[in-house]
Every structure is written in C-alpha cells, then in structure tokens.
C-alpha cells in the first residue's frame, strides 16, 4: 500500500520570505499522481498544486512551486514571498493513475506566517 | 453548480446514536468518496463509489455503511455511534477518466459522540 509522510508537524516563516515544506512517499508504481492541499481555519480542502510523475519538470503555480524527485520519492512545496493568507495546514497526497482515483493523505504541516 | 454539498455542517451524538450524513454533488460526477480527518491528522479514505450501486471500502471502514443509488447522492451511514467516530468528515467527488481532473471537496461535517 501506497504512504505519504510529512515530517514537519508545523512551520513558519516571516511573511514575505520563502519557506519548504517536506514530504516523502512509497509507492511501488511508475506512473501516479502527487497533490498538495491546503485547509484553511474554514476546513475547505483547496488543490494548491498537482505534479504529474511521468512529467520529469516540477510544477508551479504563481507564488506556489514543487520539487518532484522521483527517484527519491521527495515531494516538497516551495512557497515564495510568503503572505498572511498562506497560513493553513498543508496536505501532501499521492493517487493512483489507475483504479479508484483514491486519494492518500500525509499528516499535514501548519504554516505559520510572522508579520 | 453548488459543487459538493454535505449537511449537516455539525452534530453532536450520544453514545450509541444513529445518524446519517448527506453528501450531493451536481457535477455528474461517477466517483465519490467519503474521508474522515481526525484531530491534527490527514484524511482517511472510508468508502468510495465509482457509479450508482457500486460502493467498495477504503482504509477506515468499520462502523459506517454507505449507499449509491443515484450519481448525485453518497450518504454515510453511523449506525451506533462511538466517542472513536468524532471527526470531520469530508465528501468528494471526481469525473474519473481524464488523468488530469482533481477531486472536488465538501466543506466537512464536525461530528462529535459524546
């Protein structure tokens, strides 16, 4: 069975500056899918950004990148010029391309942000 | 579209209660899913569905029930109700099929058993 780990309970960072969030996984398959969430104080589940493994180029979306390691399992969320609204818990999860589409989450990480 | 609807948004139960949470999606959407996200913790698979009458378990299944008799509705069943139950529970939905699509979530229901 597939596992995401996310080995950093809680960040923070000061607003404005960049800061990494960690997150490894096992997985016997080639092909797949990784996620990151994020969930806000309202609960709501909101895709910040999804990586593709067959696509060996990390994904970005504005402030919000990736670094994808395949070999490694390393999935990590770059995010830059941090602002206040960043603050949340952040998920790390990883699908099958085939089957059910089912969804394995980490643990999460809450981010901080210092004005 | 409303996208995923669940009510009720919160629930308190007694010990031994029954109740069933309402999950509806409007996307015509084939799977569904139900997740349950203990305090500080990521999301547990509990059931999912990939059509109408086709329901099979995830990871956390033990004290719930679910159903799929049309694509729109994926209710969860608490048939008696244990303090081990208090959770957020969170429906999604997905098209399937197209590699790319992400999983649409409800805003969860907070459930406690006291």
């Known amino acids: 069975a597939q596992t995401v780990t996310q080995s950093q309970p809680e960040m923070s960072v000061q607003e404005a500056e960049t800061v990494t969030l960690s997150c490894t996984y096992d997985?016997?398959?080639?092909?797949?899918?990784l996620f990151w969430y994020k969930q806000p104080p309202s609960r709501q589940m909101i895709l910040v950004i999804r990586q593709e493994a067959y696509k060996q180029q990390n994904a970005t979306e504005n402030r919000f990148s990736v670094n994808f390691q395949k070999a490694a399992k390393s999935f990590s969320l770059k995010i830059s010029d941090s602002q206040l609204g960043d603050a949340a818990m952040y998920f790390c999860?990883?699908?099958?391309?085939?089957?059910?589409?089912?969804?394995?989450f980490g643990q999460g990480t809450r981010l901080t942000i210092n004005p | 579209n409303a996208g995923v609807t669940q009510t009720p948004k919160f629930r308190i139960l007694k010990i031994g209660q029954s109740m069933t949470l309402q999950c509806t999606q409007d996307?015509?959407?084939?799977?569904m899913y139900w997740y349950r996200q203990d305090p500080g913790m990521g999301l547990k698979l509990i059931y999912y569905?990939?059509?109408?009458?086709?329901?099979d378990k995830g990871e956390v299944p033990n004290g719930y029930n679910v159903s799929r008799s049309t694509t729109e509705d994926f209710p969860l069943r608490l048939e008696l109700a244990a303090p081990s139950q208090t959770s957020v529970y969170f429906c999604a939905s997905h098209t399937g099929g197209d590699r790319t699509n992400e999983q649409f979530f409800g805003p969860g229901t907070r459930l406690t058993v006291l």
């Open positions: 996307m015509n959407h084939n799977y």
């Open positions: 569905s990939v059509g109408a009458g086709i329901t």
């Open positions: 999860a990883y699908r099958r391309v085939q089957g059910a589409q089912k969804l394995v």
């Open positions: 997985t016997s398959e080639s092909d797949y899918y």
